[in-house]
């Protein structure tokens, strides 16, 4: 059940993807996001546990560099599950242990990301806003505490700067 929530909450993303090439804007149709990006969820957590480092995946790419206005569509999806994916787990690892890692790696991939978003024209948008939902959950609606959005902040600046 959760998987098929996943994919309905990343449709309007696989259609926002196509917007460039029928716009004549951003990248061109063909420049596809590279291989790491594509690689899974497991490859972006291994890769986060680097911030507020240098983070890559698969040692070669930042996050942000996945962000390519003329990806196909299945990149874009496949990437954007694996990162809900992450932004979840870590959100719910932070809200535990708000001094441990989670908060500024999550904070980390969602300053990436909007680094990465800047240069697509919007198109990734809706994306970046749909992990920002993700990464700064709690439930029933509590704030975050002090702890977990001190971190998240110090790993959103990173990623923003040179993820």
Request: hydrophobic share 40%.
């Amino acid at each position: 059940m959760r998987a098929r929530w996943t994919t309905l909450a990343l449709l309007p993303l696989v259609a926002l993807a196509t917007l460039p090439a029928g716009c004549g804007g951003g990248a061109q149709r063909g420049e596809g996001a590279p291989v790491a990006c594509t690689e899974g969820k497991e490859t972006i957590l291994d890769a986060l546990r680097g911030a507020p480092g240098e983070v890559l995946l698969a040692g070669e790419t930042p996050i942000s560099g996945c962000l390519v206005a003329g990806s196909e569509e299945g990149e874009l999806a496949d990437f954007g599950e694996a990162a809900l994916f992450a932004a979840t787990q870590l959100n719910n690892e932070g809200r535990a242990r708000p001094l441990g890692p989670a908060p500024v790696e999550v904070g980390y991939l969602l300053g990436a990301l909007t680094r990465g978003s800047a240069d697509t024209e919007g198109v990734h948008a809706e994306l970046v806003r749909r992990l920002t939902v993700a990464a700064t959950f709690a439930p029933r609606g509590e704030l975050l505490s002090g702890q977990f959005r001190s971190q998240y902040r110090k790993g959103f600046r990173a990623g923003r700067s040179h993820g």
